[in-house]
């Protein structure tokens, strides 16, 4: 191949059409603070996701950190070894114990059947991830947060758009938090959202993400700045025009991989958790013990060839030294998470990906497999 191939690119519009948007900054001088984009661009989400309110930060992780905050958790949350260490750094953050509960084997996301024996008297949340942007078990997880008065905060960040027989997934949970990080679905450069049931609920996070400020002279709570600038905000409502073709031809790709790795032996595919509209967010394969190489083995040979997969999620989280020590840590407490983490490879998908490079991808695979 002439051309590396990384595991994710980018989407990004044409740049001619961004700078009428930096000539109105230019021009007005509102850099940030809820600025017209900023304003615009959560209006324009909740339209197109499908929920009530949406408040816009600067990333991800400071909107779950905040999104903790605003929910006054404290103690203990249960929450999964297999996602992106900001889930579980988002508790540290806040003086909160993570409590690791394994996954389930189809979805790799959390498991409520192992959820309730790990509630304590010291459980005041549960944080499930998104996992690749398949939907959790999310009627399993309230039905055992209803039963021991937990809330439920949802790490959605790779969600964007994926919705059920009920609408949006993000309304599901007592909050929801977004990623628009540039490796994201939809992205902002960087950026993140909460997305909260009631208008009481995202003041108080809009003070939170603003110093706790409610006007020019009181300060109501010990906030943060975790405010998105006019810059992101106006790119994001640029991105939304070209969302919908972008994600078409995820939906592209995912099915030409999932056609011609049908008849690979020792590859399996992952399957959703029920969304009724999927992102394809990423391709998530797991090399199994039939197939000749082991994950590590493919994904050497894989990158020989100028394919950059990525091993995703290697290593789990509570494999990290500042979660090892931790109980719930031990690998035989989480078998299944434990076992995916062996095995799992994300392939290359983005829009610009062609057929023929899914094609080539695949042939490498296929061959590794002869």
């Known amino acids: 191949m002439n051309q590396s191939i990384f595991v994710t690119q980018p989407h990004l519009p044409p740049l001619e059409e961004f700078i009428p948007f930096l000539e109105e900054i230019w021009a007005n001088k509102i850099l940030t603070n809820g600025g017209p984009f900023h304003q615009q661009l959560e209006q324009a989400l909740c339209d197109y996701l499908g929920v009530e309110h949406i408040s816009l930060f ?17 103690g203990e949350v249960i929450t999964t070894p297999y996602s992106f260490v900001a889930t579980a750094h988002s508790l540290l953050w806040n003086g909160i114990r993570p409590v690791f509960v394994d996954v389930d ?3 790799l996301n959390l498991d409520p059947a192992r959820i ?4 304590t008297s010291e459980t005041t949340a549960i944080m499930p991830v998104h996992c690749y942007g398949h939907r959790c078990d999310v009627d399993g997880i309230r039905k055992i947060a209803d039963k021991h008065g937990l809330k439920v905060i949802y790490d959605a960040a790779h969600a964007f758009g994926v919705k059920d027989d009920r609408g949006s997934v993000l309304n599901h949970g007592d909050l929801s938090v977004l990623s628009f990080h540039a490796t994201k679905v939809f992205n902002t450069f960087e950026g993140g959202a909460i997305v909260c049931p009631d208008l009481e609920e995202k003041r108080r996070i809009d003070q939170l993400k603003n110093f706790g400020f409610v006007d020019e002279l009181t300060v ?3 906030g943060i700045n975790g405010k998105m600038s006019e810059i992101n905000a106006a790119f994001g409502l640029l991105q939304l025009k070209h969302i919908d073709e972008a994600l078409s031809r995820r939906a592209e790709v995912d099915a030409a991989y999932r056609e011609q790795l049908a008849t690979v032996k020792g590859i399996r595919c992952l399957t959703g958790g029920g969304e009724s509209v999927p992102n394809h967010a990423y391709f998530p394969i797991l090399v199994q013990p039939e197939f000749p190489l082991s994950r590590d083995a493919l994904y050497a040979r894989l990158k020989e060839h100028g394919i950059y997969g990525r091993r995703y999620f290697y290593p789990l989280i509570s494999d990290f030294p ?3 020590g931790v109980l719930s840590a031990r690998p035989e407490n989480l078998p299944v998470a434990t076992d995916a983490a062996r095995k799992i490879l994300c392939l290359p998908i983005y829009p610009a990906l062609t057929l023929q490079q899914v094609c080539n991808i695949v042939r490498v695979i296929s061959e590794a497999g002869a």
């Open 105 to 107: 084997p189809v979805t």
């Open 58 to 74: 600067t990333n991800g992780t400071i909107a779950l950190v905040t999104a903790l905050q605003a929910l006054g958790i404290t």
């Open 220 to 222: 109501v709570s010990p």
């Open 322 to 324: 500042m979660y090892r």
């Open 116 to 119: 309730e024996a790990a509630i």
